[in-house]
T-cell receptor
């Protein structure tokens, strides 16, 4: 079965550079979520999209932005990177949760290292 | 607000030992409850879930029962294997909030020795 695809799997950037992470949800899923997991920490919710509109916002820095496109894939854009942005970034997808307790399916994550 | 608290790790067990990882939650309404597992170098995978009180989720020998009276969702396995070594996250999903964000516990790292 198709899963959530994230690219790239690994990314190394220098401080103050820009990074773009991509997420391709499971076919027919209309909702995408982004999480950040720092070393040894639990995943923190960043932002979510439903039908190409932002549906919820968590602890996403102002330096980051995200969008969902017409084919439902999503991109997380990170600018002015800082060392503290080094983390594993997960994307997840689901059907809109208004359909009662749907679960999210996670991608394998993009490991971003800022040097 | 909504929150998840799980026992601190690491938990170290010998192969074939009994495993319990405690998880309690705070939520309004009736959330769905999940256990996710993260193997080294990999993403989160759903291990099991329960969507209403007294439901029991089970998968790969792991079980957890949704206990509303104690607001708990403890993970158990009767006989662990070395391949079960991973980080386990308890999580909840608030019911039909119009937005959606799974709320995770801090994770419990399990080491199983041969």
């Amino acid at each position: 079965a198709a899963g959530v695809i994230q690219s790239p799997r690994h990314l190394i950037k220098e401080k103050r550079e820009t990074a773009t992470l991509k997420c391709y949800p499971i076919p027919r899923h209309d909702t995408v979520y982004w999480y950040q997991q720092g070393p040894g920490q639990d995943p923190q919710f960043l932002i979510s999209f439903y039908e190409k509109m932002q549906s919820d916002k968590g602890s996403i820095p102002d330096r980051f932005s995200a969008q969902q496109f017409s084919d439902y894939h999503s991109e997380l854009n990170m600018s002015s990177l800082e060392l503290g942005d080094s983390a594993l970034y997960f994307c997840a997808s689901s059907l809109y949760p208004g359909r009662a307790n749907t679960e999210a399916f996670f991608g394998q994550g993009t490991r971003l290292t800022v040097v | 607000g909504n929150s998840v608290t799980q026992m601190e790790g690491p938990v170290t067990l010998s192969e074939e030992a009994f495993l319990t990882i405690n998880c309690t939650y705070t939520a309004t309404g009736y959330p769905s409850l999940f256990w996710y597992v993260q193997y080294p170098g990999e993403g989160l995978q759903l291990l099991l879930k329960a969507t209403k009180a007294d439901d029991k989720g089970s998968n790969k020998g792991f079980e957890a029962t949704y206990r509303k009276e104690t607001t708990s969702f403890h993970l158990e396995k009767g006989s662990v294997q070395v391949s079960d070594s991973a980080v386990y996250f308890c999580a909840l999903s608030p019911p039909n909030t119009g937005g959606f964000k799974t709320i995770f516990g801090a994770g419990t790292r399990l080491f199983v020795k041969a």
